[in-house]
């Protein structure tokens, strides 16, 4: 007979995941029951209760007055890196563009001279303090990019970095390879090209530790066909694709991750009417980075336009030295108030459709009967008051396969 884990009970809301007649499945007045690490059981507390006596749990949580969410799915992020660019985000307010602050050797070229400096349990201890970080605002699962290292040895040090990371921190963490994340300063964009594929790609699937494969398709970084050339390669190696997309200009990157097949087109600023719909039926994830639009003073991307086209849409952190939030609870209230989505959207696209962004739909995002039981209990009464109450980490408790990991301070 399995044992009860853990029971959280009476919580004035649990949410579930996607609804089928209402935006969220989610029931009041709840509880949710876990053995062996997923779910048993949610529904109504007198109805989980009677069925799973709360003395039976190893852990019984009492939830009254409080929210109980999937613990956030963070589905694009930059977050091993090394070095400080604090004053670069200085710059920017002072008029400063980034592609300017890059063409200077600034940006992601001057955070990949940092992480070639450091060791590698340097590496560690940076991104297990962000992780840190992450986990205590209720991120459960989290994507992580190589790309700070530009050269095969870096770029491998780098995932083997991620690797060890995912073994030793309570967090699911999944590793892409973005050796095309810049052009190094010692050459130019074919061929570094080359470089990526015939060198960096090979090595990177002897490695065995990249799942998917990014490239920044962008104006002055990687065209359309040499970002088709690294990405077709990627798919020759196992790696699934990602792809930076239409973040400064329409270059083309969208009808790119449709061809491809790519499981995510990120950024999508200035994505339109014809890249939505190639995205939505290639089944492709747009994820949306809000934080990223919130730190250039950039225009936000336009989810209620893919929403309105049929699709839907993720949200992630984009967490990186030029974007310094790990927080999933800012980034779904910059969802709501800078691109127009409700918090029962943003809430779905920070959980359910990160998932899909990392093809793990059956590993997060909801809290269904059978799925992992990672979830985060806020405190407050409700899912709206995650981007109602901005600035504030509203989660008080994070469980981790129905083991509460972190306990916080409200």
């Known amino acids: 007979m399995t044992e009860l ?56 949580i009492n939830a009254d007055g409080k929210s109980v969410i999937p613990g956030f799915v963070d589905s694009h992020t930059h ?27 600034g940006g992601i070229l001057r955070t990949v001279r940092a992480v070639r400096e450091r060791s590698d349990d340097e590496l560690l201890v940076n991104v297990l303090f962000h992780l840190d970080t992450m986990f205590a605002h209720g991120t459960t699962t989290v994507e992580i990019k190589s790309g700070y290292g530009l050269d095969t040895e870096t770029e ?30 010692e050459t130019d964009a074919d061929t570094y090209t080359d470089r990526v594929i015939d060198e960096q790609l090979p090595a990177v699937a002897d490695q065995g530790v990249a799942e998917f494969c990014d490239v920044f398709c962008e104006e002055d970084v990687f065209s359309v066909e040499q970002s088709r050339r690294v990405l077709e390669a990627g798919l020759e190696h196992g790696l699934t694709p990602k792809i930076h997309a239409e973040e400064f200009v329409r270059l083309g990157g969208a009808q790119l991750a449709a061809e491809v097949g ?58 990186n030295p030029n974007c310094y939030s790990q927080s999933m609870g800012f980034a779904i209230a910059l969802a709501c108030v800078g691109m127009g989505m409700t918090p029962a ?34 405190d407050a009464p409700s899912h709206v008051h995650v981007p109602y109450n901005f600035g504030v980490n509203t989660v008080e408790t994070v469980l981790k396969g129905g083991e509460p990991v972190h306990r916080g301070q409200r």
């Open 345 to 378: 959207e943003a809430l779905i696209a920070g959980t359910h459709s990160g998932a899909r962004a990392l093809d793990r739909t059956d590993k997060a995002g909801m809290l269904r009967e059978g799925m992992p039981a990672d979830m985060a209990i806020v």
């Open 262 to 319: 790519a499981t995510s087109a990120d950024h999508l600023l200035h994505a339109n009417e014809d890249d939505r719909a190639a995205l939505t039926e290639a089944g492709v994830t747009p994820v949306l980075l809000p934080g990223t639009a919130f730190s250039l003073e950039a225009d936000y991307a336009d989810a209620r336009a893919f929403f309105d086209d049929g699709g839907s849409v993720a949200v992630a952190t984009d967490f």
């Open 156 to 185: 491998l040090r780098m995932l083997d970095v991620i690797r060890r990371a995912d073994e030793s921190h309570p967090m699911d963490v999944v590793p892409t390879f973005m050796g095309a994340h810049a052009v190094p300063e």
């Open 5 to 60: 884990t853990t029971i959280v009970h009476d919580a004035s809301e649990i949410v579930v995941g996607p609804g089928t007649d209402e935006p969220l499945e989610r029931y009041e007045n709840a509880a949710i029951a876990v053995t062996d690490g997923r779910v048993t059981a949610v529904g109504p507390t007198n109805e989980i209760t009677d069925e799973y006596p709360v003395e039976n749990a190893t852990h019984a």
């Open 79 to 105: 977050a091993l890196f090394a070095g400080d660019r604090s004053d670069e985000f200085a710059a920017k307010l002072g008029g400063e563009q980034y592609q300017d602050i890059l063409a200077e050797g």
